[in-house]
Structure formats: structure tokens, C-alpha cells
């Protein structure tokens, strides 16, 4: 689906059902126009946290905007994140309140994720600068309770393409997508170390200086939450900036639906789709997923095959030629979608979706799993521990010819990949 098509509006199926999370003194209330916010009231910490949960799993109609500029320009990124506009933004929480949206709890719950993580590091790539990163950063982590990650205490760096601190010029969207990046990651991994390394510009020929920049750099994790259109020069992009044996590379599929996204086509990285994810459902885990996807059409986790990408030796689906997309997932509808702080942007709290929220969060679960092999393309650890995932089955990006690459079924589908994390078994040789 051409980003020109998209929608600002994911869900139009049922009218919303009206929760409200206690926040700066006010209500947070997920509505559709059909409905009048309540009035402000109390709130205990019991009812917050319902609410929160309430929101989450809400199939409601939701609106959004995309945080970055559409790009329209050939070999031109943007970034996979959606921020919802039907929620308001709080700089500051009482005391008893918890921000919308899912928190590191859940995701550990979800996926089953361990602790771990300490020395390794995870790089972000992302373009313009975010003035306001490492102290949004603090704010997210103390409301969690997580360890602080600063550049003093070394767990926090941040750098330009070329390894300095001549950082681009801000840019509102990217600065959105940063927060983001840094808050999924902390959420998966708290004792991980984070790189951020900023581009100049959103050209894939930046962002690709950026990913070199970060494995110079040392980092064995590096999470690319932007994507465009595929075009007949991706195989030199691929050997230029995405050839990096022993290191983990994940991209965001895109969300768009049904459609392949570079430089998640790409077969030296992980492809990571999307799914909407809610508490719940049949089983032991407590959770259900299902293919982030709309009714309406336009949003969704991309998926398909790639016109231009060789398939690697790992992927034996029998409908695409070439390189298939994605690999794996985790949540990325932003009507189950993440808490995040962002005060550069936006007013504070807010509540973030797509494919951009889930390439950190697997960029954090390979960390969980350990340094890769120094000679192995990590993308291809999935296809060998199957069993290691959460299977998804159900739900659709889109319309196709070949129908597992736009419908969930049992194995692999393109919007999900093989699944989704149970645990980190996945995620090593």
C-alpha cells in the first residue's frame, strides 16, 4: 500500500469504549468522537492500572499520525512509529497514576523475557537529533523503576554518523521516534547499555553510515526502526551497510500493510513484523496476538516478497522466490500500543505503535540471548528454534495473491514472521 494511501485512522469496526487513566491531575481517556470524555474524578491505583489495561486491549477505534515525514524522495527513509492523537500527552503523573499503554511488566510477561542483558550493548539508528534523548530517557526509566542509564554511569552514549558529537539538526518526528527507540529497549532489557547514533539526514546512504558507525563502535545489537521503497540498488546497500557478520541487525517491516519495506528486505538483517497484542486468551501464557492489521486499511505490520533481495538459505517458504519479510515480531498496533516519554516532540506521555516500536524490542531480546556468533548472520538464529516462539494464526495486513504472505497461519506467515519471543531461545545459534 503506497504511503500516499494511508490512513490517520487504524480502527473504524466498534464504537470505542471510554477508559480513562489518571494523569497531571486529569483523566486520559480513549474515546471516539461519538463520545464526551468524563468529567475529571479520582482515581485509586487499582483503577488506573485497569484502565490501562482496559485501553490496551480495546478494539476501538484509535486515530494516530505518523511521527515522520512521509518521504517522497528516491533512497529516502522514514520512520515506522504512529502516536495517538485520541490520547492526550502528560508531562508529569500523580503519584498513583501509570502512563497509558504497555510498560516493561507487560512486555516481560508477554514474551517471557529474563533478566539479563548487562555489558551488552544496543545500538539505535535513527536520523536528526533528539536534543532532549538521554533526559527523556531518565524519566521513562525512573517511572519504571528501572536502573539509571546515563552517559556518566556509562550505560548511555550517544554519537553522529561519524563517531563524534557534531549531532544533525533536531527534527520533532525523529526526535518522537528516538524516545521510542530508547524506551523499548529499556523496557526488554534494563541492564543492556544503549547507543544512540544519529544520522545527518534520513537518506539511506546516512542511515547506513550510522549502522557502520555503531558496529565500529562495538555494538553486537542494532535496531533500524525506518524503511522505504525497494529499489534496484538495495543489493549494494546490503554489502555497504548491512554485511555485518556476528551482529544482530533488526528492521522495522513497515506500516503500511501488505508491502515490503528496504531495508527490511535486506538478508543479512531480521525483518520484525507487528502484531496486536492483548492480555488474555486460551492457554497458560496469558496473553493473545493476532496480525496488526486494519479494517479500514493502509496501517498495518508490511509484509511480502521482495522484487529485488536474494532469499537467504534459511527461509524454505515455497511462495516467494526472493527474500520474504518478516522474520519475526512483537506489538506494534497502536491500539495495544507502548507508554513512552517524549518531551521534545510532545507534552510527555503518550502512547506509540508500529513496526518501529517492535525492531528495538527484538534488538533487546537478542541482547537478552547473548553475543552472536562472530561468523553468523544472526537473522537465520529464528528459523532453527521454531518451537522457541509464539506461534500467531489469526488476522491479516491486506490482500494478496499468496496468501501466507499477507494472512497469519500456523508456521510462518509474512506479517509475523515465525512468531513472536517466548523467552530468548529464538534469538541464539
Not at 56 to 78: F, W
Not at 297 to 322: M, N, R
Not at 379 to 395: I, W
Request: one cysteine or more; glycine letters at 12%; hydrophobic letters at 30%.
Amino acid at each position: 500500500m503506497s504511503s500516499h494511501r494511508r490512513s490517520t485512522l487504524i480502527r473504524r469496526s466498534a464504537p470505542a469504549l471510554l477508559s480513562a487513566a489518571l494523569a497531571g491531575g486529569g483523566l486520559m481517556a480513549v474515546q471516539t468522537p461519538a463520545f464526551a470524555a468524563p468529567a475529571p474524578t479520582q482515581a485509586t491505583a487499582n483503577e488506573t492500572a485497569n484502565a490501562t489495561a482496559d485501553a490496551a486491549k480495546s478494539a476501538s477505534a484509535v486515530h494516530v499520525r505518523h511521527l515522520c515525514s512521509q518521504q517522497t524522495k528516491p533512497g529516502y527513509m522514514a520512520c515506522n512509529a504512529l502516536v495517538r492523537t485520541d490520547l492526550k500527552a502528560y508531562k508529569s503523573l500523580n503519584p498513583h497514576a501509570a502512563p497509558q499503554g504497555y510498560g516493561p511488566d507487560e512486555l516481560k510477561s508477554a514474551y517471557n523475557l529474563p533478566d539479563g542483558g548487562k555489558g551488552q550493548t544496543v545500538a539505535i539508528v535513527d536520523a536528526n537529533d533528539d536534543p532532549n534523548a538521554e533526559q527523556d530517557l531518565a524519566t521513562y526509566r525512573k517511572q519504571y523503576g528501572l536502573p539509571e542509564c546515563t552517559s556518566a554511569n556509562g550505560c548511555f552514549s550517544k554519537i553522529d554518523q561519524n563517531g563524534g558529537t557534531n549531532y544533525p539538526a533536531p527534527d520533532a518526528g525523529w526526535a518522537g521516534e528516538i524516545s521510542l527507540d530508547l524506551d523499548m529497549v529499556s523496557a526488554a532489557c534494563p541492564q543492556c547499555n544503549i547507543m544512540l547514533v544519529e544520522a545527518k539526514t534520513a537518506s539511506m546512504d546516512d542511515l547506513g553510515t550510522a549502522v557502520n558507525q555503531a558496529v565500529t563502535k562495538g555494538a553486537k545489537f542494532v535496531s533500524n526502526s525506518y524503511g522505504g521503497s525497494e529499489d534496484a540498488s538495495d543489493q549494494q546497500a546490503d554489502d555497504r551497510y548491512f554485511k555485518h557478520p556476528g551482529v544482530a541487525i533488526t528492521v522495522s517491516s513497515g506500516d503500511s500493510g501488505y508491502g515490503v519495506e528496504y531495508p527490511a528486505a535486506s538478508p543479512y538483517v531480521t525483518a520484525v513484523g507487528g502484531t496486536s497484542l492483548s492480555q488474555g486468551g486460551s492457554g497458560s501464557r496469558g496473553w493473545s496476538e493476532k496480525v496488526w492489521g486494519s479494517s479500514a486499511g493502509g496501517e498495518g505490520a508490511g509484509s511480502g516478497c521482495s522484487q529485488y533481495s536474494t532469499k537467504p538459505s534459511w527461509q524454505k517458504d515455497s511462495g516467494c522466490a526472493k527474500r520474504a519479510v518478516a522474520d519475526v515480531s512483537a506489538v506494534a498496533d497502536p491500539a495495544t500500543g507502548l507508554a513512552t516519554y517524549d518531551s521534545y516532540q510532545a507534552g510527555g506521555w503518550q502512547v506509540v505503535g508500529g513496526t518501529s516500536a517492535s525492531s528495538p524490542l527484538i534488538a533487546a531480546v537478542y541482547a537478552l540471548a547473548g553475543a552472536p556468533g562472530s561468523t553468523d548472520t544472526p537473522a537465520s538464529y529464528p528459523y532453527a528454534h521454531t518451537g522457541a516462539l509464539n506461534d500467531v494464526t489469526s488476522g491479516s495486513n491486506g490482500s494478496c495473491g499468496t496468501s501466507y504472505l499477507c494472512t497469519a497461519g500456523q508456521g510462518y506467515d509474512g506479517p509475523t514472521g515465525l512468531g513472536t519471543p517466548n523467552g530468548t531461545a529464538a534469538f541464539t545459534k
